[in-house]
């Protein structure tokens, strides 16, 4: 089984719930994620796993929040290619750049040459039930594109 590591920041907690439910998707899977706030992990991390999910809410007109600003440099110096990847966050659409926070993460991960086999899902405010279920087979999906060796997105 793959080894995955989901990555988020989270200010009122609407990415946090995010994360806990792709996690819980994951491990219906029966794989492992390690699940860390980007506050308490390095980017060079991202280099030991065969999958990798960063999660982040949209910050001001379509900024990255802060917490992930010295990541997203270290990420520069990475070479991801090879693993795969998606991105997901939280984001409110009443301003001009909805969810802008999980393209500039997908970006990123480009960059650094990692795979995006998934489309990065964006979700207004507080999840929903039903926003919850789509975060969970979010992660199912992950495990089962990271698993088989998918074609990038």
């Known amino acids: 089984m793959a080894d995955i590591v989901l990555i988020y920041a989270s200010l009122t907690g609407n990415t946090e719930e995010m994360a806990d439910a792709i996690a819980s998707g994951i491990r219906s899977e029966g794989a492992s994620v390690a699940v860390k706030s980007v506050l308490d992990a390095s ?26 600003l010295d990541f997203c440099d270290e990420m520069a110096d990475l070479k991801l290619t090879g693993r ?11 301003y ?3 969810g802008a926070a999980v393209d500039l993460l997908a970006d990123r991960l480009k960059m650094s040459g990692a795979d995006i086999v998934l489309p990065g899902l964006k979700i207004e405010l507080s999840p929903s039930a ?24």
């Open 130 to 153: 039903a926003d919850a279920e789509a975060c969970r087979r979010f992660g199912s999906a992950f495990v089962r594109l990271v698993g088989n060796g998918a074609a990038p997105f």
């Open 84 to 94: 795969k990847a998606a991105v997901f966050g939280s984001g409110d659409s009443s």
């Open 96 to 98: 001009p750049a909805y």
């Open 43 to 68: 980017a060079s991390e991202l280099e030991r796993y065969d999958g990798v999910l960063l999660g982040a809410y949209t910050w001001g007109d379509g900024e990255l929040p802060d917490e992930f």
